[in-house]
């Protein structure tokens, strides 16, 4: 069996695991700190990784990168532009700019997520510190790969709450040669409609978000394949940096104080609420802003088959995520303590107590 | 022989009387859906890899949750183990019975239960076939995009577990990108949902963690797939190299030229004589290697990229490109690639099909070392490569029934896998450890990668009743393992960097 080394530049980040654990205390896990406002508020000693940083490894034809937790998102990004490359999932970063270490726990996806996949479809493998301060690999560097579960993936989404992200294998796809983005000026009921008809057609869609008033596509592809589906599709051509404003929550509708997120099938009917609305993910994923109380969002959101989440504003000791079902529940507690026996890490960030 | 199950090496439970369980179980199920006679116990010995076999106790065959449930829960009070299989395709012995078990059988769970056209989900019983799916949601103009080569025959719940792929899997993904929800049994009785039909679920990706967990976790009993739409036009080309270096180097230039193929498949020169033999592909069989290249989308489109991809292939050396005329002759290119695994069984009387990944860029050198080690161990063998996505399926041709040539053929395949690990990749693309590869997962993954494993498992599973002997060896296991493959007082691959 090959034999777990602990470089020297990870000792001292298992040393404060092993301690945290030694003494209970929670480890609070700090990337660049750009979405601090995600999940429930916690307590606990920050865990630096923003200084753990660099590409480990790229190369272009293996459709693979390899980056320490704490490299910029940004740096990955533009190293990926320059051989025409890209994160197809499109992971938002926010003021601060956020790393790629915090990309993965966090899990969000941008507006290509319906048409090309999310954060945890990306994930290839992950090194992490596990809650006994111990260096795991899961995955590797390769596409095809059913060696072991899939733990990898279980790190995307889960909110640092299963261990300490070091370095992360991505796999990445070619940018599109052409992209363009079209309109409608439809209200919501006649784009979801429209879009219905759309989704099952073999169309070069990367984008659909509705913005309270027109709907918004973008094709990327070839330029043959986006000249076609322009053919297609029809509407009016504009630019095309309101998907970059979408993707980074740069549209003035994020900047309300309290946001929810309703992650929904796209096709569904989601009860009455007040406020207003902005769907993305072709009406997957609905943002809103409402004065209705928590529970009648989650129970909406339930009645249409997904769930609600309480995106940025949350209060003190105010629940974020979904509650879950009791026995799921109880699975999600076995879990974490496979991984993080002693409950180090992020603890409550993404339920209480947990 | 790995079929047989150590138990000091893999688990050891407690004796339990037949008659008990079977009285526990009869009330549970339908009055045909328990088998217990020798000859019937008989037809479930083995899965698709044929050389393993053992017989389990029991076998059940029940038709709803609630009877899975039921047997579950019979099985847990009596600590006997539980073994779930699909349609018994697999190739790594992931559904071979633990001795005495209860196998689970889920091939009565075959209904579609709903397909949804306009949110692109179809609801179904595990026991569904893979190619039945992509039937059921062709009026629609949908398909579920994961193909493996047993289609025809393989079930949903079996492509869950293995996290199955197939020849598209570059462009659309595995099993684990083309499912959104599950309902499972854990062997507690409880019955969950993971995941559903909006893009994500709140709490951990458990739906990922699933799949490909070899039945090490809990029985799948229902599968939401999601559908694309069907590509309007798919055309082909077959290229020809003196070198499988330049073949190599081809596939190399096509992804750096930022095309994505919805197939793109190399196969070595004895796999292309088998072929030919086989179905009269019309493969140049005097060619070291040939890549299949498959294209689609909107059909002018596909006629330009396919262009560019044929420049490609020669400016990388080719000897010769076609590109495929008419739909017949797309489908004829692909029928040698698909006739490859039984095109084998005309070359000699058995063969061991191999299955890892490596990083494409290693293709040659990987070659390279597999002919020198086919020549170390005295057997032939052909290589069918799925060339965009770097899983590599070496087939070692041996005579099972000349004395020492599975030990042989055995001995050979461990080393190809062990080849895979050190050059970068995994043990296993897409056919799962399951009892075959059990060994080399000690060479993959350290005693604390393993433990986290076992950790996981006995989150869903605490006594770890399902499959056992499966997929995630003991501690132990590895430790006999290992002692036996000290070379030079060292262990292998120790000097590796393990990123």
């Known amino acids: ?354 | 022989m790995l079929s047989e199950f150590d138990p000091r090496l893999d688990y050891r439970f407690p004796d339990y009387d037949l008659d008990t369980l079977i009285a526990r179980l009869r009330p549970v199920l339908p009055a045909d859906g328990l088998l217990s006679a020798p000859e019937a116990l008989r037809v479930y010995e083995c899965d698709g890899l044929a050389a393993y076999r053992s017989l389990p106790g029991l076998v059940a065959l029940p038709r709803t949750t609630e009877e899975v449930r039921g047997v579950l829960m019979a099985c847990r009070d009596m600590r006997v183990p539980v073994v779930a299989r699909g349609a018994g395709t697999g190739l790594s012995g992931g559904a071979l019975p633990f001795p005495g078990c209860v196998l689970l059988s889920l091939s009565r769970f075959d209904k579609i239960l709903a397909v949804d056209a306009e949110a692109r989900v179809a609801r179904v019983q595990p026991g569904v076939r893979n190619l039945a799916l992509s039937e059921t949601a062709k009026p629609f103009g949908l398909f579920y995009a994961p193909d493996p080569s047993s289609q025809a025959a393989c079930s949903i719940g079996g492509n869950v577990a293995e996290n199955a792929g197939g020849v598209h899997c570059l462009k659309y993904g595995l099993t684990v990108n083309n499912i959104a929800a599950l309902e499972i049994v854990t062997l507690d009785g409880e019955v969950l949902r993971l995941g559903g039909e909006a893009l994500d679920a709140p709490g951990f990706d458990l739906l990922a963690l699933m799949t490909g967990s070899e039945g090490l976790l809990a029985v799948v009993t229902a599968v939401t797939v999601r559908l694309l739409p069907m590509p309007v036009h798919a055309r082909a080309l077959l290229a020809a190299f003196g070198q499988a270096r330049h073949a190599g180097e081809a596939v190399a230039a096509i992804i750096a030229a930022g095309v994505i193929p919805a197939g793109l498949e190399m196969m070595d020169q004895l796999a292309i004589i088998a072929a030919e033999r086989f179905c009269n592909a019309g493969y140049p069989t005097n060619a070291k290697a040939i890549l299949l290249v498959e294209l689609d989308g909107e059909e002018e489109d596909v006629a330009i990229e396919l262009e560019r991809v044929a420049g490609i292939c020669r400016a990388a050396g080719a000897t010769e490109v076609r590109l495929a005329r008419d739909e017949a002759e797309r489908l004829r290119f692909w029928a040698g690639r698909k006739a490859a695994f039984p095109a084998m069984g005309r070359m000699a009387p058995d063969y061991y099909c191999i299955d890892g990944t490596i990083p494409r860029a290693r293709l040659a050198d990987v070659l390279d070392e597999i002919a020198r080690l086919s020549a170390q161990h005295r057997l032939p063998v052909a290589n069918v490569f799925h060339a965009g996505d770097g899983n590599l399926h070496p087939l070692i041709l041996y005579d099972a029934r000349r004395k020492g040539q599975l030990d042989r053929a055995e001995a050979l395949g461990g080393a190809i896998l062990e080849l895979c690990v050190e050059v970068g990749g995994t043990i296993t693309g897409e056919h799962g450890v399951g009892r075959e590869k059990i060994n080399q997962m000690c060479v993959q993954f350290s005693e604390a990668e393993l433990k986290a494993f076992a950790a996981l498992k006995a989150a869903f599973d605490p006594i770890g009743l399902l499959n056992p002997g499966k997929a995630v060896p003991t501690l132990a296991r590895c430790a006999e393992f290992g002692a036996m493959h000290v070379h030079g007082g060292a262990l292998p691959f120790a000097h590796l960097d393990r990123l």
């Open chain 1, 1 to 354: 069996m090959p034999t777990s080394t602990v470089s020297d530049e990870v000792e001292p980040l298992a040393a404060e695991v092993r301690e945290a654990a030694r003494r209970h205390y929670s480890l609070k896990i700090r990337g660049a700190n750009s979405k601090a406002f995600l999940g429930r508020r916690t307590m606990g000693r920050v865990l630096d990784l923003s200084t753990f940083a660099g590409v480990i490894d790229y190369q272009p034809t293996e459709l693979v990168i390899t980056a320490r937790a704490g490299t910029p998102l940004r740096e990955v990004e533009a190293l990926l532009a320059a051989h025409g490359q890209m994160l197809a999932f499109e992971p938002p970063d926010f003021v601060g700019g956020g790393t790629v270490g915090g990309m993965v726990a966090a899990g969000l996806s941008g507006p290509r997520r319906p048409f090309a996949g999310a954060v945890r479809d990306f994930v290839l493998g992950v090194t992490v510190l596990d809650g006994r301060g111990q260096v795991l690999r899961f995955g590797g560097q390769v596409f095809k790969n059913v060696a072991g579960f899939d733990a990898f993936r279980l790190m995307a989404g889960a909110m640092g709450s299963l261990g300490v992200i070091l370095n992360v294998s991505l796999r990445v796809a070619p940018r599109p040669r052409a992209e363009l983005s079209l309109s409608f000026a439809d209200k919501w009921p006649a784009a979801q409609a429209r879009l219905g008809e759309l989704m099952r057609r073999p169309l070069p869609l990367s984008g659909a978000f509705h913005d309270g008033k027109r709907l918004h596509l973008r094709l990327s592809g070839t330029e043959r394949a986006v000249a076609h589906g322009v053919a297609e599709i029809g509407g009016d051509e504009g630019p095309l940096e309101i998907w970059d404003d979408l993707r980074h929550h740069r549209l003035p509708f994020f900047a309300a104080n309290r946001l929810w997120r309703l992650s929904v099938p796209g096709t569904c009917q989601v009860g009455d609420l007040p406020g207003t609305w902005l769907m993305d993910w072709a009406g997957a994923q609905r943002w809103l802003v409402t004065r209705a109380p928590p529970q009648a969002i989650r129970a909406a959101a339930r009645e249409a088959g997904g769930h609600a989440m309480l995106y940025h504003g949350a209060v003190d000791g105010e629940d974020v995520f979904d509650p879950l079902p009791s026995p799921l529940m109880d699975l999600h507690r076995r879990v974490k303590r496979a991984l993080d026996p002693a409950g180090v890490f992020n603890r409550g960030r993404m339920y209480e107590g947990f």
